[in-house]
């Protein structure tokens, strides 16, 4: 898997959108970039993936750039509730096969949104 | 999205003893499953593949004979912490894919005394 780099913290108001940024110069033609993020104690929470196209779920957007290089997740109106460490992430299926679980956590962005 | 389930949650055991943890995919068939380890204030680390039906494969450093990984079913996988020391206490987490997106568990806390 391509190696990711990340802030490691960023800071955030709340109501404000949070802009949380990756690199990934070294990513393949086939791997994602998966966004997960981690509550303390709890197991990650999948966020959203992608490939080439931007990317838009109910919980944030991921603008991935032209040469695939970076990407930027945004979560549009952030609560304190979305305080967590975020894990940018790029994967690829399983040695050839269908399963994309095998996941390279690098330290991630701890994210805090304060009132 | 969805769902993996992990049980328990939380276990101490004493050292020396066995400690069994499952991991389950609970509305859809899972013929992998990953098991990861976080210590911390540090990342998670995979451990090991956990192959439905054959052996699992192991990460580098990772002993096969003290994680015994069992995955007899589309739906569960089995960590199972052999003559578990203080070292190994940690947070043990699975993940599930289906399609090209990975579910994780909630975790669980073991700690050895």
């Known amino acids: 898997d391509a190696k990711t780099t990340q802030p490691p913290s960023m800071d955030c108001a709340e109501g404000r959108a949070a802009n949380l940024p990756c690199n990934h110069s070294t990513i393949s033609g086939n791997e994602y970039v998966y966004w997960y993020r981690q509550i303390h104690s709890q197991g990650p929470q999948y966020i959203i993936h992608?490939?080439?196209n931007n990317e838009t779920n109910e919980m944030a957007s991921l603008i991935i750039t032209e040469d695939r290089k970076s990407s930027t997740l945004i979560l549009p109106h952030a609560t304190l509730r979305d305080t967590a460490v975020y894990y940018c992430?790029?994967?690829?299926?399983?040695?050839?096969?269908?399963?994309?679980?095998?996941?390279?956590f690098g330290q991630g962005t701890i994210l805090t949104v304060h009132p | 999205g969805a769902v993996v389930s992990q049980h328990p949650s939380r276990v101490i055991c004493k050292s020396g003893t066995s400690v069994k943890i499952e991991c389950r995919s609970l509305?859809?068939?899972?013929?992998?499953m990953f098991w990861y380890r976080q210590f911390p204030k540090q990342s998670l680390m995979l451990m090991a593949t956990s192959n439905e039906g054959s052996k699992a494969t192991y990460e580098q450093g990772v002993e096969k004979d003290k994680f015994l990984i069992n995955h007899a079913s589309l739906t569960l996988s089995t960590l199972t912490v052999t003559s578990a020391h203080p070292e190994d206490s940690s947070f043990y987490i699975c993940?599930?894919?289906?399609?090209?997106?990975?579910?994780f568990g909630q975790g669980t806390r073991l700690t050895v005394v």
């Open positions: 992430i790029a994967g690829s299926n399983n040695a050839g096969g269908t399963s994309y679980g095998k996941l390279t």
């Open positions: 993940s599930a894919s289906q399609g090209t997106e990975a579910f």
């Open positions: 992608g490939l080439k």
């Open positions: 509305d859809f068939q899972a013929t992998t």
